[in-house]
């Protein structure tokens, strides 16, 4: 048996798999934001607000901004490309300013304690992978509005847009394994929970590499 995919005949095996994983990555993402959430009480202090706002827009937002595209499990699989565009483009605004309000919050709350900043290396990736998010999004405007720049085929502007996308969603994932690594984490669960939180950015930069790796760079009639 097979499934009818653009022209191309896919095995119902195959599509079953990926369909699954695709469900299960949107369960993932939920629970580890909703884990955070309960974990961190957003509101109860100014460093609640950090970790809360950093799941939701690296594990929530960016994931489902990115998963809306995939063959097998976007909830919006049969909406226009151009409507799914439009989507991700707010999830991905949404995305950009909680990371900056999650940054605010943290760098904040260093300053009222007399901390040092950015010494540790969830600190250092972190605030690299929020200034590219910050750029990932302002580099996307050319998508929107092609004539801002000159001699780029639309083609290579997606192509160029999903390899850095992928980059920033990768940098995002490893910002989100590092706090999990961090002393406020660690002393908040036991030695199961935090395995299991810890598979969760490690199983969606998974999925979202797979997706992105399969639609854009390996396809041939993209290339200009
Ligand atoms: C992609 C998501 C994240 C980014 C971009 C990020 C970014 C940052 C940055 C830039 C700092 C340092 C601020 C400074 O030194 O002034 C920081 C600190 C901190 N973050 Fe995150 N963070 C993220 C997710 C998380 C998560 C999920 C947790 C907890 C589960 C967390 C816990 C902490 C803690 C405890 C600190 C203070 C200790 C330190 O500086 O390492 N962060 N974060």
């Not at 040092?116 to 509005?145: D, E, K, M, N, R």
């Not at 929970?193 to 041939?220: D, E, G, H, R």
Request: aromatic share 10%; proline share 3%.
């Amino acid at each position: 048996m097979s499934h009818d995919n653009g022209g191309e005949a896919e095995p119902w095996l195959y599509s079953s798999a990926r369909a699954s994983c695709a469900v299960l990555t949107h369960v993932v993402c939920a629970v580890f934001t909703g884990l955070t959430a309960v974990l961190s009480r957003p509101g109860t202090s100014l460093f609640s607000w950090h970790p809360f706002l950093m799941t939701l827009a690296f594990s929530l937002f960016m994931t489902e901004a990115i998963l809306l595209f995939s063959r097998h499990g976007s909830p919006v699989k049969k909406y226009p490309h151009k409507t799914k565009g439009r989507i991700h483009g707010i999830l991905q605004c949404l995305c950009v300013s909680c990371a900056t309000l999650g940054l605010a919050a943290i760098v904040y709350n260093k300053h009222l304690h007399g901390k040092a900043h950015f010494t540790s290396w969830h600190g250092l990736v972190g605030v690299l992978t929020v200034c590219v998010v910050v750029v990932q999004s302002l580099a996307a405007l050319p998508l929107l509005y092609h004539s801002l720049v000159k001699g780029w085929s639309l083609a290579k502007l997606k192509r160029y847009h999903a390899t850095s996308g992928l980059i920033t969603y990768l940098l995002g994932s490893v910002s989100l394994y590092l706090g999990l690594c961090s002393g406020w984490f660690t002393a908040s669960v036991g030695d199961t929970i935090w395995y299991l939180a810890a598979l969760c950015p490690v199983f969606t930069a998974l999925v979202v590499m797979s997706q992105v790796t399969n639609a854009y760079m390996a396809k041939k009639h993209l290339q200009s």
